[in-house]
């Protein structure tokens, strides 16, 4: 029989297991999206642009951007409190510098500026991301598509902003990816790469950069043409690059040594996939490589956490897109023909894996 001391014995251990137990990240998840949306909102008012002028008092941002007064301090303490900006005083005495990180990457006049993932994130995907629950209890897209309109990338090409908006968001994503590609992929025995897909061009810049006796080609839709030869130009290197407009479901990809796919595979349903991996295959000579760039999740499923939800963000953003994994990648391509299949880790949640013919 148990005794009062014994009850009070488990009850004790109980609260112990509780104390080993912590609700602070259930609360800083759930709430995230108020951290997401001060630094959003700080990005769309171009306040750290701003700042990489000069360091400005709370009463010349309110003038600068328009602010109200109410909240004006919250505002710009919570960036402060989150790390995004430096202040030196309080209150009507304060001063607001940039932090070292959003002076390099948030100051849209600079070359490293990133912020065009997070002007998209707030213009489009913020409040797509509302309907999340019925893209779960449907399967369909909850974008621009949900009005009846037209295809995610049909919608954003129909406007040059939109476009320009896109092509620099995905740019903004993949930089570091492209940049440390470009540095540690062996291109010594290749002479030619592909970049499907390639929007503004981005990864051809780099790879040619680091590697200039490679002739790139840069292969998506008429739409973003313009900027993929702006963005060529402005590097000096339209001797390197060639930008080719065509649509990679119906026209062959250029034969070349490297063809490389960077945030496309994901885009599409399994059918259109392995279609795009045997077109691929298709057009490398023996020893040419497939190099597909995403988030590509960690085989068990468990831990590449922006993986998992770059996948949510495609059953948002398309009809049939999902997110894989390198051991998913290896079947479709040995399907496709392809000898061996390696994982290169890029960056964060991103890694290249490579299909060799
Ligand atoms: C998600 S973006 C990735 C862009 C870039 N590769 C990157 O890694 O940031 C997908 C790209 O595929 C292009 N695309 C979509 N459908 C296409 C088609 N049918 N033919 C050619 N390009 C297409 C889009 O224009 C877009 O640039």
């Known amino acids: 029989m148990k005794t009062l001391k014994d009850t009070k014995v488990q009850e004790e251990?109980?609260?112990?297991?509780?104390?080993?137990?912590?609700?602070?990240?259930?609360?800083?998840?759930?709430?995230?999206f108020w951290a997401s949306k001060t630094l959003l909102t700080a990005v769309k008012l171009e306040l750290f642009t701003k700042l990489a002028f000069r360091p400005l008092t709370a009463k010349e941002i309110k003038y600068e951007i328009c602010l109200n007064e109410r909240g004006l301090y919250d505002f710009l303490d919570s960036l402060v409190a989150l790390g995004f900006l430096q202040r030196s005083g309080i209150k009507s005495s304060a001063v607001y510098f940039n932090s070292a990180d959003t002076a390099l990457f948030l100051d849209k006049n600079k070359l490293s500026y990133i912020g065009g993932i997070l002007e998209m994130a707030n213009n489009r995907l913020y409040p797509f991301w509302n309907f999340l629950e019925e893209g779960l209890r449907t399967g369909t897209p909850q974008n621009e598509i949900r009005s009846g309109r037209m295809t995610l990338f049909e919608e954003i090409y129909t406007d040059i902003d939109k476009t320009r908006e896109f092509v620099n968001a995905m740019g903004g994503v993949q930089t570091?990816?492209?940049?440390?590609?470009?540095?540690?992929?062996?291109?010594?025995?290749?002479h030619t790469l592909c970049d499907i897909g390639g929007a503004g061009a981005l990864l051809s810049v780099h790879v040619?950069?680091?590697?200039?006796?490679?002739?790139?080609?840069?292969?998506?839709?008429?739409?973003?043409?313009?900027?993929?030869?702006?963005?060529?130009?402005?590097?000096?290197?339209?001797?390197?690059?060639?930008?080719?407009s065509g649509d990679f479901f119906t026209e062959p990809f250029p034969k070349s040594d490297v063809i490389t796919m960077g945030n496309v595979l994901?885009?599409?349903?399994?059918?259109?996939?392995?279609?795009?991996?045997?077109?691929?295959?298709?057009?490398?000579?023996?020893?040419?490589?497939?190099?597909?760039?995403?988030?590509?999740?960690?085989?068990e499923r468990r831990e590449n956490a922006f993986g998992l939800m770059m996948s949510l963000n495609m059953l948002i953003e398309t009809p049939a897109g999902f997110d894989f994994t390198a051991s998913d990648f290896n079947s479709w391509a040995v399907e496709a023909g392809f000898s061996k299949t390696y994982l290169m880790p890029l960056t964060g949640p991103s890694s290249a894996v490579v299909a060799v013919k």
């Open 176 to 190: 570091g990816n492209f940049v440390k590609f470009s540095r540690e992929f062996d291109f010594s025995g290749y």
């Open 266 to 299: 994901h885009d599409w349903g399994i059918t259109d996939k392995k279609l795009l991996i045997s077109k691929a295959y298709e057009a490398l000579p023996e020893g040419g490589s497939l190099v597909v760039i995403e988030n590509i999740i960690d085989d």
């Open 13 to 32: 251990q109980k609260v112990q297991e509780m104390l080993k137990v912590d609700p602070s990240h259930i609360m800083q998840v759930g709430l995230g």
């Open 208 to 244: 040619s950069t680091h590697n200039p006796h490679l002739k790139c080609i840069s292969f998506d839709l008429p739409a973003v043409a313009p900027i993929a030869l702006e963005n060529i130009s402005k590097m000096g290197l339209a001797a390197n690059i060639n930008v080719q």
